[in-house]
């Protein structure tokens, strides 16, 4: 498999309630030279994160130790900018399973999809919901439910409901990228060109 299969998920979660954050502050421009899926994380948000003397900035969510989680929980526009790859990758390889915002930049959104993130796109109240429920209590937990397409506050009964393209929620629950799914049909491919004529 390309990644971990993805079903429920039950996670703390990291916020960061900033609007329009961009490929560029996800993943730095001058980090994109590699070309493999790895190491990638070590620089998730590497100028919110770092100092210019690689000191951590203490004030920056993830040098927080009261946040941690699979779930990253974004401002809205999340993941606009240019179309780099790399941004998902970083997002993956910290070990995000799951981004969270009210809007997503739909290029962003399908290169997590392509690489195992969840996108979860949900109003902009339940949204703030969430952001309120984790500011009361970090170990607020999120229930990502993909096969039900429902996220909701773990211990309440707020919830909201999430689209996803039924082909990419296919290849998340088996844990495919798109080479992945063609190889598992390969035998239905195989049959199909025996089968029609020239």
Not at 4 to 13: I, N, P, V, Y
Not at 19 to 46: C, S, W
Request: with cysteine.
């Amino acid at each position: 498999m390309a990644y971990d299969s993805f079903h429920t998920l039950k996670s703390t979660a990291v916020p960061l309630p900033i609007e329009n954050v961009d490929t560029d502050q996800i993943i730095p421009a001058r980090f994109l030279k590699a070309t493999e899926r790895k190491g990638f994380g070590d620089n998730l948000f590497r100028d919110w994160r770092y100092n210019q003397d690689n000191s951590p900035k203490a004030d920056f969510v993830l040098n927080n130790p009261t946040y941690s989680g699979k779930i990253l929980v974004g401002g809205r526009n999340f993941g606009s900018g240019s179309s780099r790859e790399h941004a998902a990758w970083a997002v993956y390889d910290y070990g995000f399973r799951c981004v969270v915002s009210s809007f997503f930049a739909d290029i962003f959104k399908n290169n997590c999809l392509n690489i195992g993130v969840l996108p979860v796109q949900v109003s902009p109240e339940f949204l703030n919901e969430v952001f309120e429920a984790i500011d009361k209590d970090p170990k607020t937990e999120l229930i990502v439910d993909l096969p039900n397409q429902k996220i909701q506050i773990a211990g309440t009964q707020s919830s909201n409901s999430f689209e996803i393209n039924s082909y990419k929620k296919e290849n998340m629950l088996n844990g495919y990228d798109d080479i992945d799914f063609l190889n598992n049909i390969k035998s239905e491919i195989q049959d199909f060109a025996n089968n029609t004529p020239l």
